[in-house]
């Protein structure tokens, strides 16, 4: 039996564990450049590596940010451009995702979460209403200007919305986590595969079963 004299010894024990988890384990070498030609008859926590002697300097450079999404794709009016092992095979292992998020006028990133990612998001161009929202249901939002940084804690939903009903935003962001998952709230619940029972979302959102199907068909459920 643990005495009382060991149980702050305990407590430590636990917080400095704690501080030295991440989203990402640590990677094992200088860097592990993703086998994008490889097989794909196994599935493992990442991608493979290629000989590190391969390594070249085009393995650690994209251009994939560069270019304008497009935002009429969704009806939110949002496209999102990510840094993948595809487009930058040197940042596999790295724990880390780079985002470029493009914004039509007036247009929303929906309310989402990132569950194994934060994330900083830093606006380039236009003017953003941005915020999350905490377990305790306490909204946190600001009005970003260019060169303006707003930090979503991990797992948090939250939001980015163009206020200005003219111009486009631009927003670069970086998640750490080099698959930090991403979860519409709204699609999350009505436009499942297979389809939650109508009885459950009536209940969990105090709507009618035409509400039901009319938010199913909105959002392509």
């Known amino acids: 039996m643990r005495t009382a004299s060991t149980l702050p010894q305990l407590f430590i024990a636990i917080a400095l564990l704690s501080g030295l988890v991440k989203p990402d384990p640590e990677p094992l070498q200088d860097y592990c450049i ?3 030609k490889g097989s794909k008859a196994f599935f493992i926590n990442g991608v493979p590596c290629i ?4 390594a070249q300097v085009s393995h650690f450079t994209t251009s994939a940010l560069s270019k304008p999404g497009n935002t009429s794709a969704n009806p939110f009016g949002f496209s999102i451009t990510l840094t993948n092992t595809m487009n930058l095979p040197g940042f596999n292992t790295m724990g880390l995702t780079m985002a470029r998020a493009d914004i039509a006028a007036n247009g929303l990133v929906p309310l989402h979460s990132h569950p194994r990612a934060s994330e900083v998001a830093t606006l380039l161009k236009g003017a953003l209403l941005v915020g999350f929202i905490d377990t305790s249901n306490r909204l946190f939002t600001q009005l ?4 303006d940084s707003f930090v979503f804690p ?3 939903i939250h939001f980015l919305y163009n206020l200005d009903s003219l111009a486009p935003a631009v927003v670069l962001a970086g998640l750490n986590s080099q698959n930090p998952g991403t979860q519409l709230t709204s699609t999350a619940a009505f436009a499942t595969n297979p389809r939650l029972p109508d009885e459950v979302l009536k209940k969990a959102f105090q ?3 035409q509400d039901v199907a009319r938010i199913r068909r909105n959002l392509g459920g």
Do not use: E, H
């Open 144 to 147: 970003l200007r260019p060169g």
């Open 207 to 209: 709507i009618s079963g």
């Open 34 to 36: 993703a086998d994008t």
């Open 51 to 54: 000989d590190p002697q391969l």
């Open 154 to 156: 991990k797992g948090m």
